[in-house]
Structures are given as C-alpha cells and as structure tokens.
C-alpha cells in the first residue's frame, strides 16, 4: 500500500499530514504528487470530496520551501476557485498544512469588504487563493501582482466555465508568466474544458480518478412525480415522517430558496438557506450550524453548495430537478460519503420531467418511482420517446390540470401535455441559469461594468 512517505514528501509535510491524520493518500494524491514533485502540469479528473485539494498543496508547499525567496514575499502560487466556500476550504487546507513553515497565504473573494484582502496583499503573500471577479477587480487596482507566479492551480475548472468565468481566466492567464507549472481541475471532463486545458497546459499528465459510476449504487435514490404546488407539502411530510436530522434541499434558484425556508420554518421545521445572494457571513453560519447539528435542514442552490463537504448527511432532496444532468450526480453525492448509505429523493414536476430524462440517461439507469405519496401526478412522468431538456408549459400558464390525479391510466386526456421547448434542448446548462439570476445582479461585486456584454458575468453573483 502506497503511504505518503513513497511519494516523496517533506519530513515537514508528513508531519502535517499525519497531524491531520490522514494515513493513507487518496487516488488523486498518489497519482498526482509524485509527478508535480516532478514539476509536471497535470490535468486532474477529480470531485472535491477526493482529497484532491491536498493532491496539489502539498507538492506546491514542498516546491516553495525548497526554492525559497529573500526579499519580500511575491505570489508564488495562485489558486483560483469559482466559489467563495471552496476557496474558503482551499485556504484553510494550506493553513493545515503549511504550519510548520514559513508561508503567507490568504483567500480573497467578493461580497466581503475589500480593505483587509488589500493589507494582506501589501504586505505581502506566497500564496493567493482567489475567486476570479475579486481577483480582477484588485488587479484592476493595482493591488496584485502576478508576474512572479511559479504554479497556476484552476480549480472546479468545469463549474468556472459553467459561471461565466472563462473571460476572466483567460484575463488572468495573459498576466501569468510564460514559465510556471499549471494544474487543472475538473469534476468532469467535458470538451469546452480539455480545450481550455489544451490552451495553457504543457504536457500535463493526466489523473482520472473521476467515479466511473459515480457515487450511485450506494444511495438508495427515488423519483416522485408531482405538482409543483405540492412539492413544499411532501417535502415536509418526508421530513418529519423520517425526522431527518441532516439534509439537503436542492432548489433552482436563490429566491426560491429563501422561501423554502420560510415555508418549512411556518411547519417547524429549521432550516437555513445557502445561496450567492447571502453574505459571506450568512453563509458561513447557516454551514456551521448545519454542521454541529442545530439546523437540520440546508436548502442550497447548486452552485453555493459546491465545495461543502460536510460529513453525515442522509438525506438529499432535489425540490427542483436540476437543468444540468451532472448536477443530478453531484447534489446526490452529497450523501453516501465515506462509505455511508444514503437517500436522494428527487420531485418531478411536468415542467421538469425533460430533466429527469437527461439526468437518466447520464446515469444509464432509471430512478425508481416512489407513487405511494398522496401527490403522486402522472402528468410529470416523462413522455415515450421525450427528449431530455426543458419542457414548456403550451399555454405559458400554471393553471393546475383538472381532474388529474394520479389514478386516472389514461395519461393526458385532461391533461395538458407539456411540450418540449426544442431551443432549450442544448442551451439551456448557461441560459436557464442566466435567467434565474438575471434578477438578482444587484449584489455584485463593483467590477460588473469591467464586463462585456456577452453574459460572461453570469452567475457571478454565486461567487
Ligand atoms: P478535498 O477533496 O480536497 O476537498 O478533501 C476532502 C476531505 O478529505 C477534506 O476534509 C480533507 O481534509 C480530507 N482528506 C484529504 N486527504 C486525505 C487523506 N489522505 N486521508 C484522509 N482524509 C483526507
């Protein structure tokens, strides 16, 4: 069995890592470190929950301490990460690790206050870990220099560009110099990212440690078809009927997670909400408090919630089916960590049944179907032959089907069939998000007029 020590690490890292009491690296770890020792690039297919934030650390760290620097301190490492939490966490394991040594860091990113990311800067850093607009926007100002930047880490390379930040990286790239070492990650390895991968990695040697079935066969998972207007009943009837003590609610949207919560506190139900739109400080209570057990319930849109890794969570609920099937995999890989079982409960509705046909064919398998709930409504289950995508609503209203309830076999006849939105088949993984956040631009960082108006700032607001 590989153990740290084979991959070449310093005496002071193995100390760090066994303080943190990790034993035995993980996939990413053994596969990574040893050739970014080496001074390799490497493209990593790794989820966060792998160990991969560790898989480039502690090579990074242990190149650092060995090429040390007089003088003042220049960023010598930048991480960049496209949300506030996984930058947070990224931060955090280089404060783990790097203890032992003298090594500057500091996570920067927006909806906080500027001033004491601008200090730390001035006085200097070895390590930077940024979400891109606040990055920019104090290199707009003249706060950061990166000309003397030896590794270049992009994480969660896949959600950057599904945020809009591809600009912004490629921004960020152009200010690099030309000879660094570059790591790339990825949950999943889609072709817009092995082109990006392509265009600023050298030789990188590739890590797969990707779940080639994700984590699925250990959560138990069901589907249940429903109305939207009974989704918030059910939820709450499942919740208290298996008192379930650690779950996450998935919803599409912020604003829509802020009402959840309302509704399920008017049950008695605690619940706090983990979205872009609350500020850092909101957001890092509502995540200790779900962690020490006071708020059972975390109601997340997907992409504040990337990067959480909170331990013991049972239940998974996707009140709304996501627009993107991979988001599917990762909501419900949420739960079943460490070996542990879990259930992912996901609610369907006749606008959302596209989805679900998406999101089976990306799992290969079809989810069972619970109907033994008072809601269940045929009018969601997905058509013979339905394509996966968006489903439009013919008469653009929400008016509720009459007679429609679920012991009536013959589908459709009072029914309004949902009709597939043929526009939204492909587009939809920016487009929908574009819309739900079209809204909520309010809080955004100062730097949105720095952005052109291709909708590369979409999304920013989750960072
Ligand atoms: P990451 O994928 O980097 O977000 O890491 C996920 C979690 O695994 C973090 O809580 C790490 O502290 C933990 N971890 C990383 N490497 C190891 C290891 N070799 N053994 C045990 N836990 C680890």
Redesign the pocket.
Same mark, same amino acid.
Not at 20 to 26: D, K, L, R, S
Not at 46 to 55: E, R, V
């Given at each position: 069995m590989t153990d740290?020590q084979s991959l070449g690490l310093s005496k002071t890292l193995l100390k760090a890592?066994e303080d943190?009491?990790?034993?035995?690296? =993980?996939p990413?770890?053994q596969l990574s470190i040893p050739p970014l020792l080496d001074g390799r690039d490497v493209l990593g297919v790794?989820?966060?929950? =792998?160990?991969? =934030?560790?898989?480039f650390a502690l090579p990074v760290l242990q190149i650092m301490e060995r090429r040390r620097t007089q003088g003042k301190r220049y960023i010598r490492a930048l991480i960049l990460s496209p949300t506030r939490e996984l930058a947070a966490?990224?931060d955090e394991?280089f404060d783990?690790y790097s203890k032992n040594m003298d090594i500057r860091h500091r996570v920067i990113f927006g909806g906080v206050k500027q001033n004491p990311q601008v200090r730390a800067l001035n006085k200097g850093l070895d390590i930077l870990v940024a979400t891109p607009g606040r990055l920019l926007d104090l290199i707009g100002q003249g706060f950061v220099d990166l000309s003397n930047v030896e590794f270049f880490v992009l994480d969660e390379a896949d959600r950057m560009l599904d945020m809009g930040f591809i600009r912004d990286i490629e921004k960020v790239l152009k200010l690099l110099p030309k000879k660094r070492q570059n790591l790339l990650f990825s949950a999943t390895m889609p072709k817009s990212i092995a082109k990006l991968a392509g265009s600023f990695l050298n030789k990188a040697v590739m890590v797969d440690v990707s779940p080639k079935e994700m984590t699925v066969d250990r959560i138990e998972q069901k589907i249940m078809f429903l109305r939207k207007a009974d989704k918030r009943r059910l939820l709450v009837q499942l919740i208290k009927e298996q008192k379930v003590e650690r779950g996450i609610v998935f919803t599409r949207t912020k604003h829509g997670a802020n009402r959840l919560v309302k509704q399920l506190g008017q049950s008695n139900l605690s619940a706090a909400a983990i979205h872009g739109n609350k500020s850092q400080g909101a957001r890092t209570r509502a995540l200790a408090g779900f962690k020490d057990g006071s708020v059972p319930i975390l109601v997340a849109t997907d992409i504040a919630s990337r990067?959480i890794?909170v331990e013991g969570i049972t239940h998974v609920f996707n009140y709304d089916l996501p627009n993107e099937p991979e988001s599917y995999v990762h909501r419900i890989g949420r739960t079943a960590r460490a070996g542990r079982s879990g259930i992912a409960y996901a609610f369907c509705d006749d606008s959302e049944s596209g989805y679900l046909v998406g999101i089976q064919q990306l799992i290969g398998q079809e989810i069972p179907v619970d109907s033994q709930h008072e809601f269940h409504f045929i009018g969601a289950i997905p058509k013979p032959g339905q394509k996966p995508g968006k489903v439009k609503d013919s008469s653009g209203t929400k008016k509720r089907p009459r007679n429609s309830k679920s012991n009536n076999n013959s589908r459709g006849q009072n029914q309004r069939r949902p009709r597939r939105d043929s526009n939204n088949n492909q587009g939809s993984r920016g487009g929908n998000r574009n819309n739900n956040n079209r809204n909520n631009n309010n809080n955004n960082s100062n730097s949105n007029h720095r952005r052109g108006s291709n909708g590369s700032n979409r999304n920013r607001n989750e960072n």
């Open positions: 740290f890592v943190e009491g990790y034993t035995t690296p =993980t990413v770890q790794a989820q966060t929950g =792998t160990g991969k =934030t560790a898989a966490q990224i394991r783990a990067g890794d």
